[in-house]
């Protein structure tokens, strides 16, 4: 599994509340990504990060904001949770040099109501 | 931007069955990943693969890559293979994939 945990694994919260996610890894890996997965849409980047203080914007990143203190830690926030962000999202590394296989978290399901 | 898609959406069979799901894409990768996603569950990553052929038990993943093309297949189907498959493309120059949008499988025993 890669040692790839996620917190909270399941969230309610409420519209125009902040919500933060938090991905944690042991490996070390540069590269972590956040993605959330709807019916119909499959997975789509949120945002991903290539070092600690770099993170760059995916297809979907509206609404969202990411942080990278610490090699290990990738947090993705909420500002202001909307209805359209209920979703399930998921935290990935890359093992770098495997043609980007990535290995992902267990998932976090949010619903915002 | 590189389009993924996958078919069929949906696959019902029979226990049994020689299972095939298939993805295209539009532009040329530098390797494609086969996922499996069972209800609930977390995803995991089945095969990757640049040309040719690999086989994991009772599962071959195939990749043409002149047609942009690559297919899963499951000999002797059962119902704990019943799960959504992802095909996603790992691009030239990037360390970002694109994800088809899954193949929900269900095996009938």
């Known amino acids: 599994d890669a040692g790839i945990t996620q917190s909270p694994r399941h969230k309610v919260t409420e519209t125009g509340t902040p919500v933060t996610l938090r991905c944690h890894q042991t490996?070390?890996?540069?590269?972590m990504y956040w993605y959330r997965q709807d019916p119909g849409h499959g997975l789509r980047l949120i945002h991903y990060?290539?070092?600690?203080?770099?993170?760059d914007k995916g297809e979907v990143s509206d609404g969202y904001s990411v942080s990278r203190s610490k090699t290990e830690d990738f947090l993705l926030t909420l500002e202001s949770a909307t209805s359209s962000q209920t979703s399930v999202y998921f935290c990935?590394?890359?093992?770098?040099?495997?043609?980007?296989?990535?290995?992902f978290g267990p998932g976090t399901r949010l619903t915002v109501l | 931007k590189n389009e993924v898609e996958q078919s069929p959406q949906n696959l019902t069979a029979q226990e049994g069955e020689f299972i095939t799901i298939n993805c295209s894409y539009s532009?040329?990768?530098?390797?494609l990943h086969w996922l499996q996603q069972h209800p609930g569950g977390g995803i995991v990553s089945l095969f990757m693969?640049?040309?040719g052929k690999k086989k994991h038990g009772r599962l071959i993943a195939t990749i043409n890559i002149q047609e942009k093309h690559s297919s899963l297949h499951i000999t002797a189907s059962h119902p704990r293979d019943s799960a959504v498959y992802i095909c996603?493309?790992?691009?030239?120059?990037?360390?970002?994939?694109?994800f088809g949008t899954g193949t929900r499988l269900t095996i009938i025993p």
């Open positions: 532009v040329g990768i530098s390797a």
């Open positions: 996603a493309v790992a691009n030239f120059g990037n360390e970002k994939l694109t």
């Open positions: 990060s290539y070092g600690v203080k770099d993170t």
């Open positions: 693969l640049s040309s």
């Open positions: 490996e070390n890996h540069r590269y």
């Open positions: 990935a590394i890359n093992r770098q040099g495997q043609h980007n296989e990535q290995f």
